[in-house]
């Protein structure tokens, strides 16, 4: 466990490829049921947007999330000042694809950590290509001095611990 505790903001690919791979409640049950209690204990949150695009599933995933009482951070004025931040740099209007309906939490993620002064946890990779037509939140978190980890970090960082047995 670090010394700070520091609040974190879960982007959508955190819950959704942990549940359908590599952490399944069905062989990682623990996993999950740690979110919850960090969620009982308001270290990790997720906004509205990300929310709503799980919701749009009506899975398991979207039924656990439901149950879980993982805050869901609604929009408020400061979070939409920190979008309109976000905003004023014209390459960070790359980072949601609306052409395709793709990522349109993703600035709303990087809103609410501002606002929260938390860290954002995320599985996308920063783009180091200068001609890309894309950018990811990595790239947008740099640029607006917000620190991002991805979920291996959070795991280590957060001090999850992890024990196997057969059943």
């Known amino acids: 466990m670090s010394e700070k505790e520091e609040i974190y903001c879960l982007d959508t690919n ?20 740690i979110l919850k209690q960090l969620g009982n204990q308001n270290r990790i949150f997720i906004c509205t947007e990300v929310y709503d695009e799980i919701k749009k599933t009506e899975d398991d995933l979207y039924k656990w ?23 004023s740099n014209p390459i960070h209007l790359k980072l949601a694809d609306n052409t395709k309906s793709r990522s349109l939490a993703d600035p709303w993620v990087i809103a609410h950590a501002m606002n929260q002064k938390a860290v954002v946890v995320t599985k996308e990779e ?10 990811k939140i990595p790239n947008v978190c740099d640029n607006m001095k917000v620190r991002w980890i991805n979920d291996f970090g959070f795991i280590k960082e957060v001090g999850i611990k992890f024990s196997c047995q057969i059943v």
Do not use: G, H, M, R
């Not at 955190?14 to 049921?33: A, G, H, K, M, N």
């Open 126 to 135: 920063k783009i180091t290509a200068e001609n890309s037509p894309k950018i």
């Open 14 to 33: 955190i819950l959704i490829q942990p549940w359908t791979t590599y952490y399944s409640p069905e062989f990682c049950p623990d996993f999950w049921e």
């Open 65 to 87: 999330l439901k149950d879980s009482k993982i805050p869901v951070k609604k929009t408020s004025e400061a979070v939409i000042n920190c979008l309109k931040d976000i905003n």
